[in-house]
């Protein structure tokens, strides 16, 4: 890795194990892509009060050349993930599949499309940022602010139809765009509606 790696714990104590753990699995990332230039694993334990135990959460930013990857891993009710070391596990999985789509699509492995698949987005959540679209055929397909092109995630609204491009790989919350490019609220070539 270019960079240092950066490992910052939230609403726990740091552990030396689990640091340990997150180091071996950073430098394996980078048999999937030497050029990452960093990466910020954030491993956090929001959840004290519940008496049934912790579920962690871990989050990842890995940059890249020309652009960065996120790994959002939250518990949704995964009781495995009492366990900081399973979250950590899952989260670097996540990462790796994603890792090896943006190598897949950098090398020019990606089906190339002469109409971008369109979509209307459905759903925002600016504070956590992200959001889903709708394609034509009814199916939801999540994204986060990353994806959206030239930084325009503030600026989307529901209803604004978008050009994407689809990851191969499901996220954690189902279908994912790896790129969501804002067309605003015209009528799209293809489209049927007015």
């Known amino acids: 890795m270019q960079r240092p790696l950066q490992i910052t714990f939230r609403g726990m104590e740091p552990s030396e194990a689990v640091e340990d753990r997150i180091r071996r699995m950073a430098d394996k990332l980078e048999r999937f892509d030497e050029d990452i230039t960093g990466c910020h694993v954030v491993v956090e334990a929001p959840h004290r009060h519940h008496h049934k135990g912790q579920l962690y959460e871990v989050k990842l930013d890995i940059r890249v050349p020309d652009g960065e990857l996120v790994v959002n891993r939250e518990h949704r009710g995964l009781h495995a993930h009492e366990d900081v070391h399973v979250a950590v596990r899952d989260a670097f999985d ?17 089906k190339h499309h002469e109409v971008p698949e369109h979509g209307r987005v459905t759903k ?20 986060h602010e990353n994806s959206v092109t030239d930084g325009a995630f503030s600026a989307l609204e529901i209803g604004d139809q978008v050009h994407y491009a689809r990851a191969d790989a499901e996220s954690d919350k189902g279908p994912q765009a790896t790129t969501v490019t804002p067309v605003g609220k015209h009528h799209i070539v293809g489209d049927t509606g007015s």
């Open 94 to 110: 996540a990462a790796v599949r994603q890792l090896e789509d943006y190598v897949r699509r950098r090398r020019g492995k990606v």
């Open 124 to 143: 925002l959540f600016p504070i956590e940022g992200y959001g889903f679209l709708e394609t034509p055929d009814g199916l939801e397909v999540y994204f």
